[in-house]
């Protein structure tokens, strides 16, 4: 293993991604797109000292004790995640139960929409540095941006809403969505669930547009999911094993991925 720039970086080939960055520049930015988790990769793992919250963490419920009950729950299920004994088909149907258990919570206590803009407001999630510069550059260059979550696709939106105060055309999302009521109560989830462990490009179809999700009437062109198939160089970006599925439904011809310790 080789590192650089004062080991802030690792690389296990460097020849070889040298090869994969001179390909995918000679193929411009009309083959590329980026696929980033976003708890942890977009956002800071440690906010002033402590652990970031994440998508799911920083909701506050109306009823306090469905946050405890969730927190119970992921002191029980989080080890099992990160467990090194554990056989992946048998983590992976823990997972599916853990995810399952945390939305039914939520069904059930009774969140609504005001509550996530409510908790958004009040929590310490952060962008890391760089990442706004980021969103603005491919942006500028129509190479779309895939953020790939096992969290929760409305607070996501919500955490742009407030935290960036703009949108972007060229990003998507693929994470847990919620369906509220006509009065903002959450009343189920769309689709299937996704967790850390089964995330793959075949939940695409989920994927809608950001600035159609916000209201936001921007004149520009969106990304389908069959162009979006056919950019088949990809800037991967993680921080858990599970987010090299992330680009398993495409057929690429050079993935850089890029894991954040």
Known sequence: ???????????????????KMAAICNAGPAKLQ??????????KYRVNGCRGQSSHGLLQQENPEYDKKRQELYEHYH?????????????TKLMEEWWTKTHG?????????????????NSTIAFREGVVELFEFLEERDIPILIFSAGLADIIEE??????????????????????????HLVSFQGKT????????HALDMAAP???RLGDNIDAPTYENASVKTRRN???????IGDLGMSDGLNYENRISVGFL
Do not use: W
């Not at 293993?1 to 090869?19: I, N, P, Q, R, W």
């Not at 996704?194 to 490009?201: A, D, G, T, Y």
């Not at 990809?234 to 858990?240: A, Q």
């Open 79 to 91: 080890p099992l995640e990160f467990s090194p004994t554990i056989p992946i088909e048998e983590k």
């Open 210 to 212: 950001l600035h159609d």
């Open 34 to 43: 980026v696929i980033a988790d976003f708890d942890g990769t977009l956002t």
């Open 105 to 121: 919570l939520l069904v059930e206590g009774g969140l609504t929409y005001d509550g996530i803009r409510q908790s958004v407001a």
């Open 159 to 184: 955490v742009l809403r407030q935290k960036i105060h703009r949108l972007f055309k060229n990003v998507k999302i693929v994470s847990n969505r919620m369906v509220f009521d006509n009065n903002g």
């Open 234 to 240: 990809v800037l991967l970006l993680g921080d858990h």
């Open 1 to 19: 293993m080789e590192s650089h720039a004062s080991c802030e970086a690792v690389v296990g080939d460097s020849e070889l991604l040298v090869k």
């Open 194 to 201: 996704i967790h850390s462990l089964n995330k793959n490009e």
